[in-house]
């Protein structure tokens, strides 16, 4: 086992830990999983850290927490080959990988400005989200307005 050589981040006792995130965009994560300056849990995270799977990818680690399969699956918008660790007194209870969810509310910020969902009316964005050509790429409901790099709006 070399295991030591790759652990960044501590281990910790219970909770969840999310691997294989796009390098770069373990602070997209924690936006998606309504992690905000100000919050309570207890989070660490590793950016840009050595993967042999990926090259490089980011981690975060948010204890004493299981987030649920919904919030998670939303991180496939920006991070499809992330992986999923359940802890429970520092063992793995479950490993999934995230699939990115049919429909997203309150994510995703429509670019078009005549979007409804811009206007001043209280309504939540919400687009549809498929593959294409192996990416994650998503419609706005509203207006049809299709994005890729999902990154550069949320
Ligand atoms: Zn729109």
Request: charged share 25%; proline share 5%; glycine share 4%.
């Amino acid at each position: 086992m070399n295991d030591v050589k790759h652990l960044v981040i501590s281990k910790i006792k219970d909770g969840t830990v999310i691997d294989h995130i796009t390098p770069g965009l373990a602070i997209l994560v924690l936006k998606i999983l309504g992690i905000k300056p100000k919050s309570s849990e207890a989070v660490s995270m590793a950016m840009n850290v050595e993967s042999a799977k990926m090259g490089k990818k980011d981690i975060v680690k948010v204890e004493g927490k299981y987030i649920g399969d919904q919030e998670l699956n939303k991180i496939a918008l920006i991070a499809p080959e992330a992986t999923i660790n359940l802890i429970q007194n520092y063992e793995i209870i479950r490993k999934f990988n995230v699939k990115p969810p049919e429909v997203v509310e309150n994510i995703i910020k429509c670019p078009n400005p005549n979007c409804i969902s811009n206007s001043n009316e209280p309504i939540k964005s919400r687009f549809r989200i498929f593959l294409d050509e192996s990416r994650v790429k998503a419609v706005c409901d509203y207006c049809g307005r299709k994005l890729i790099n999902l990154e550069d709006y949320i």
